[in-house]
């Protein structure tokens, strides 16, 4: 399990904001740990704090728009998704007005400060969302869909489509997050020209130019028309017979614009505030399907809190039944535990096959074999003792007393031929001996029993 991440220092970056065309100073922070990502607007009385979460968009027509208690802050999804690129769980971005500012219009800068600035391992688990199944969403009015499988990773798959001759479709994809820095991070934004004058009208891209956006023509319209466009957006006349690319800065890749619909896609699944292990695939996405799909993960994630462990029965175990009775006095037939397939500063998860040649069958009961409650709950605390005593010298010198159990509910019936998996968390560091854990057992993907313990560990005499 790897470890959550801030920044070394802090870093601020300077600029236009695209929709507003304000001058605006954003000031990226080193954040505790589970603190996730926050914007702070520090032009305001009382400078408050917007959880930067899927739940708090308010707005996603050209940019994704975060707000809560009347206060907003707009495009903050390339900033966003350089955090997320970059590994940083934990951060406080500081902003002196209502948007964050545009740059290039891609997200190299921040990507290019962050790396400048470094970042900070903390203690705390990184939290995952494991996809373990399909999960799709489809955006009937438009077409787009987002669609998730199961992956050892995360990484990205994005189809654009468009009635343009320069771009009716492109692909872009993301195989490694590694790769963020090389292969997307340097793509900027683009707009038709056929959009620029609505959007004016609607009162946004106040800040737009050919240094922040790739602007493509490919209809023609009147030279006159075409000079008052250009006067509107502050740049210089050009020839309306020549269609294509109208930019300061070549295109870096010729697929660039799907390769930042990917950097957009990044940022704006970040803002479901666990980092997701799957493979996503969209097909024609915006900030709209975007945030529609990342309220869909939160709402998963919220209906599944605690997620079943993965279990990968041909993986060798971390601690194999003879570790474990190095470890804990327990023999048969009270010993309920039959390997540690994995375990992290703060939690260890172990698995028991349950067989219908347990002793405790014979009379629970006969004619319907039931695992007892209180021995899945044995079970579980056995697997904590391991957790606390594989941090002290000889183990085997010490024993685990459980000192209080509370909070224990059973939800489901665990039976012959179930495989039990127990995850459990401490949740306080261990002072005086004393240790206190959360504990979940599962079959399969279903949560059937969870405990809170407070356990004691003496030496032996």
Known sequence: MLKQKTLKGSFTLSGKG????????????????????????????GQPVIDAIADNVIE???????????????????????????????????????????????SIEYVNKIEEVGT??????????????????????????????????????????????????????LEDIADYKAEIAGS??????????????????KG??????????????????FDKLADSIGIAHMDAEKLGYINNKPLVWENEPARHKLLDLIGDLALIGKRIKGRIIATKPGHTVNNQFARLMRKEIRAHEIQAPVYDCNKAPVIDINGIKEMLPHRYPF?????????????IIGVKNVSGNEPFFQGHFPQEPVMPGVLQVEAMAQVGGILVLKEVE???????????????KFRQKVVPGDTLVFKLEMLAPMRRGISTMK???????????????????????
């Open 18 to 45: 695209l929709h507003t065309g304000l001058e605006l100073t954003a000031t990226f922070k080193p954040a505790p740990e589970n603190y996730g990502y926050k914007i702070q607007r520090t032009d305001i009385e």
């Open 60 to 106: 996603t027509t050209r940019s994704t728009v975060i707000g809560k208690n009347g206060i907003q802050v707009s495009t903050v999804e390339h900033a966003i998704s350089a955090l997320y690129a970059s590994g940083i769980d934990n951060c406080l971005i500081q902003v002196n007005g209502p948007e964050i500012p545009i740059l290039d219009g891609s």
């Open 120 to 173: 900070e391992e903390q203690n705390a688990d990184r939290a995952y969302y494991i996809i373990k199944n399909k999960v799709e969403f489809t955006d009937e009015k438009t077409g787009s869909k987002i669609i998730a499988l199961p992956d050892d990773k995360f990484n990205l798959n994005v189809m654009l489509e468009f009635e343009s001759q320069y771009i009716p479709n492109q692909y872009a994809v």
């Open 188 to 205: 900027r934004t683009f707009v038709f020209v056929r959009d620029i004058q609505p959007l004016l009208s609607a009162g946004m891209i």
């Open 208 to 225: 737009g130019d050919l240094d922040n956006a790739i602007v493509i023509y490919e209809k023609k319209m009147s030279q006159d028309n």
């Open 335 to 347: 010993l309920l535990v039959d390997k540690i397939i994995e375990t992290g500063t703060n939690y």
């Open 394 to 408: 000889d183990p085997e010198k010490y024993s685990t007393y459980f000192l209080k159990i509370d909070g224990v």
């Open 439 to 461: 504990g979940y057992a599962f079959v399969g993907e279903k949560l059937v029993c969870e405990a809170e313990f407070m356990a004691q560990i003496t030496k032996n005499k």
